[in-house]
């Protein structure tokens, strides 16, 4: 248990669907992160939240739509993604930017 | 951007065994974690170590932040300890922080 919780653990969806997946932090901490973690690839940064201000979007294809309504909650918002964003999706906190950072256990997405 | 490099990309090892793997790094880093990633895919955090030399019970890593590596230590290696091994740094105050490619890590009983 890291603090750091991520719903759902498995999402399956199909290309015309929208769903979001939701993280909540525990720790107190002030900022937020999103990583893709494809299969045979290293983990890419996605977005980046500090004190709920969006400070990160590492070009990212706008049918993924980040959230953060408060330093505790962050979502990602999906819609007409691709079969090939299929993979791993990791929240994490840290109490400042650069500082330790806490994962989640992370979200698997299928897009069919 | 800041590169990361880890090596070896893959380790067979058998119970009992000592291993070292290694990251390096091609600037100036601020933070430096290793983490192991487990099956289920949850990356668990090792340690903190921008600089200096750390220990936790098996495990011992050490970051030498002017030659730009780290270095991570698992003795008397457990099946449990199977796994992807990940190196990741920050360089600046950007919060990005950059994963090398793992450590794949198999213990064999």
């Known amino acids: 248990e890291t603090g750091v919780t991520q719903t759902p653990r498995h999402l399956v969806m199909g290309m015309t669907n929208k769903k979001s997946l939701k993280c909540e932090q525990h720790l107190g901490h002030n900022a937020m992160y999103w990583y893709k973690q494809s299969a045979k690839k290293p983990l890419e940064l996605m977005f980046v939240?500090?004190?709920?201000?969006?400070?990160e979007n590492n070009s990212v294809p706008s049918r993924f739509s980040p959230e953060c309504p408060n330093s505790s909650h962050l979502f990602l918002h999906l819609h007409t993604l691709q079969p090939e964003d299929s993979a791993l999706y990791l929240c994490?906190?840290?109490?400042?930017?650069?500082?330790?950072?806490?994962f989640g256990e992370g979200s698997r997405l299928t897009v069919l | 951007g800041i590169q990361v490099e880890q090596s070896p990309p893959d380790l067979i090892l058998q119970e009992g065994a000592n291993s070292t793997l290694r990251c390096n790094f091609s600037?100036?880093?601020?933070?430096l974690q290793w983490f192991h990633q487990n099956p289920w895919g949850q990356l668990i955090n090792l340690f903190y170590i921008p600089s200096g030399t750390k220990q936790n019970g098996r495990l011992s890593a050490t970051t030498v932040a002017t030659e730009r590596y780290s270095l991570l230590y698992i003795s008397s290696s457990q099946t449990t300890d199977s796994g992807v091994y990940f190196c990741?740094?920050?360089?600046?105050?950007?919060?990005?922080?950059?994963f090398g490619q793992g450590t794949t890590l198999q213990v064999k009983p």
């Open positions: 600037d100036s880093v601020n933070n």
């Open positions: 939240y500090s004190l709920e201000e969006r400070v």
């Open positions: 994490a906190s840290s109490q400042r930017l650069a500082g330790e950072l806490f």
């Open positions: 990741a740094v920050v360089a600046g105050n950007t919060g990005k922080l950059i």
